[in-house]
């Protein structure tokens, strides 16, 4: 791949790309912070972490609009923070408590933050992308000039839902940005071994869609894509595959060793990394210099300090009124909470 | 009141709903140009237009899945499935995602959607497209499910569906489309939860609902020609399940039956069992029966497919020993 131009980031205020830098490092150390408390066992169950592909999630989000929506799948951690959502509340959820995102009933794999347009969250691999066309329909359906952002791994791809979804959302021309984030293995299976083709942008044409690739692992080429795409969707011209080629450190889940891989492999993406490219940029274009540089890698680390005291210091969700609660918003009285 | 078909009353309350709210639309496979499959929403896509009469590709998951989106963004979809055969396809949809975003994110989301289609063996259609599947969507805390067994219930329990905040699935039958029944004139809703007896009775209950409601009834004529007085319970919606109109008829009576087209094993029938015995066990002079489908796929051919079906008089049969009564 060519080295991309920047053509559309090049634009970025200063602001912009400091805050895009904040975000990277937010997102690296409340992963890495995620680990040691998943080690402690204060985190339970699936736990995906997002560390390597922090720049798809933080490109992207400098390019949407806050009313725009933002669905994912499991590994989302990273995305509700790029979201804006403070690491506090995602952290308690991961603590399964009350102050978290969702009380204590979602967990890791489903996050959500309506007021910020962060829509989940969901554990089926696959299944949020028919919900990103049902909310990109919505938009279409009201006349709004909201985008739809559907975060989804290289190998949600093969499933039924994936060309069910983008074949209606290229019929109807909905506003939606389908962002493959091919970290190149669906748990730990490499996607040579499991797909036919593995350019996965390239099956935008199946569809009539514009099929895009981006370097995930470049924040501001992310944005550049896609701002390129929202453009395209404001403007009613339909939808957008864009393939962002990232990688993650760590193993699938918390569970995972990631022996399928070699360390030289995983030392070789490395250098790759988001962080240091973005920092470079930042100090290049004169955005910002390294004393305050050095200041917000140490706020960083006080705030994700801060959101482990909040989470361990907030209340469980207690009490069988509350196991109870939320399954209906109109219970009706039969047959729940006897 | 004036005579309607279900299907008319169905397509009544889909045009009545969707001239009401703005923010509902049809959608599923045929219903606007060709008009319905079973003819349930004919004429809506020209009244209506386009915007809010949709023609689906044939991606039950797909389609199923964007109303789902749709309605969590605040839209009240109503999706139509061809058959609840079909359906299968779209089950992680409803199951997975409508009936549990409310719970998991505590709140914060709600998914007001209908799901509707036939369900039920029609006629001759074999196994693939001769099955019910009340029991399964009624399993899952986070969805509520309707079988209406007239088209006055039909009418007035689809118009609540569509207004109801959580996710529906309504079961309509293929077979009854054209059959009539009186429904009222004018706006009028039925709530969801609440059974009706259908006959009353002293002697046994039979609580049956969808299709196996008319089988109850006609069974429930030939028994009254014995002089057996049957009350017939029809609960209407499966989730939340009126117990209480179920539990007092049987008080009453002091026997029951439930009468099911589906299969034995695992069904709503064992559930409304489950609920009968721990109620009513004082009241109870035999075991509650269970009149059932056989426990095989739905075979094609007509001699067969009648010995895997119940009718009226396994209907008088099942009274007959839930009564200790010789035939």
């Known amino acids: 791949m060519a080295k991309p131009s920047y053509g559309l980031a090049e634009k970025l205020d200063r602001s912009a790309l400091v805050e895009m830098y904040r975000q990277l490092v937010l997102l690296r150390r409340f992963e890495e912070r995620c680990a040691q408390q998943y080690a402690l066992q204060k985190i339970a169950g699936f736990c995906h972490l997002y560390i390597g592909q922090e720049a798809v999630a933080v ?8 009313d725009d929506y933002v669905i994912s799948a499991y590994r989302e951690h990273g995305q509700i923070l790029a979201r804006g959502t403070p690491p ?14 969702a009380q204590g009933k979602g967990g890791s794999m489903h996050l959500y933050d309506i007021p910020r347009n962060f829509y989940g969250g969901w554990g089926i691999v696959g299944a949020q992308i028919p919900l990103a066309l049902g909310t990109a329909y919505a938009s279409k359906y009201r006349g709004d000039k909201r985008v739809t952002v559907c975060y989804f791994g290289e190998a949600a791809v093969n499933q039924g839902a994936f060309h069910e979804a983008l074949n209606m959302a290229a019929l109807w021309k909905v506003p939606a940005i389908f962002i493959c984030e091919n970290n190149r293995y669906g748990m730990g299976t490499p996607i040579e071994v499991s797909s036919a083709l593995t350019d996965v942008y390239k099956r935008a044409s199946a569809y009539g869609i514009p099929g895009e690739y981006a370097d995930g692992m470049d924040t501001l080429a992310m944005y550049d894509a896609v701002k390129k795409a929202a453009d395209r969707a404001r403007a009613g011209e339909g939808p957008t595959l864009l393939e962002a080629r990232t990688y993650r450190y760590r193993g699938h889940s918390m569970s995972d060793p990631a022996v399928y891989r070699t360390r030289e492999e995983v030392d070789d993406e490395r250098k790759n990394d988001p962080l240091p490219k973005m920092r470079a940029w930042v100090l290049a274009k004169k955005a910002a210099k390294e004393a305050e540089l050095v200041a917000i890698e140490e706020q960083i680390e006080k705030d994700v300090e801060e959101s482990i005291r909040f989470a361990e210091e907030s209340p469980w969700p207690e009490g069988i009124e509350e196991v109870y609660k939320h ?9 729940e909470a006897k | 009141m004036r005579e309607l078909t279900f299907r008319d009353a169905l397509n009544e309350a889909l045009d009545e709903e969707l001239t009401r709210d703005p923010d509902t639309f049809l959608m599923g496979e045929e219903v606007g140009a060709y008009n319905g499959a079973y003819k349930v929403s004919r004429g809506l896509l020209d009244k209506h237009g386009p915007k809010r009469v949709i023609d689906s590709p044939i991606s039950e998951l797909g389609f199923v899945g964007l109303g789902v989106g749709a309605a969590m963004a605040g839209l009240k979809p109503i999706v139509e499935v061809m058959t609840w055969n079909f359906a299968i396809l779209a089950m992680d949809q409803i199951v997975n995602t409508a009936a549990k975003m409310h719970y998991m994110s505590a709140g914060a989301l709600t998914c007001p959607i209908v799901f509707r289609g036939p369900n039920g063996a029609a006629s001759s259609l074999a196994a693939q497209h001769s099955q019910w599947f009340e029991a399964q969507y009624a399993y899952f805390p986070g969805l509520k499910v309707i079988v209406p067994g007239t088209p006055a219930d039909a009418k007035g329990l689809l118009k609540t569906a569509i207004r109801d905040p959580d996710p529906v699935v309504f079961m309509e039958s293929e077979t009854m489309y054209s059959w009539k029944g009186m429904v009222p004139d004018g706006e009028y809703t039925i709530p969801i939860g609440v059974g009706d007896i259908k006959r009353e009775g002293t002697d046994c209950t039979i609580v049956a609902w969808g299709k196996a409601l008319k089988i109850a009834l006609d069974g429930a004529e030939l028994l009254a020609k014995e002089g057996i007085n049957c009350e017939v319970v029809d609960p209407r919606t499966i989730r939340p399940l009126d117990e209480t109109i179920i539990v007092n ?12 087209e589906g299969w034995p094993y695992f069904n709503v029938g064992a559930q409304i069992s489950d609920i009968v015995q721990l109620a009513c066990f004082d009241v109870l002079d035999s075991p509650v029966i269970r009149v059932t489908g056989a426990d095989v796929p739905m075979p094609y051919a007509k001699t067969l497919e009648a010995l895997a079906r119940p009718d009226e008089t396994s209907v008088v049969a099942g009274v007959k020993t839930a009564l200790n009564v010789r035939s």
């Open chain 2, 249 to 260: 008829s049987v008080m009453k009576t002091g026997a029951c039956v439930v009468l099911e």
């Open chain 1, 88 to 101: 506090g509340p995602v952290m308690a959820e991961l603590f399964g408590k009350v102050t978290g995102v």
């Open chain 1, 327 to 335: 399954v209906y918003v109109d219970p009706i009285g039969h047959g």
């Open chain 1, 59 to 66: 490109g992207t989000e400098a390019a949407l609009n806050p």
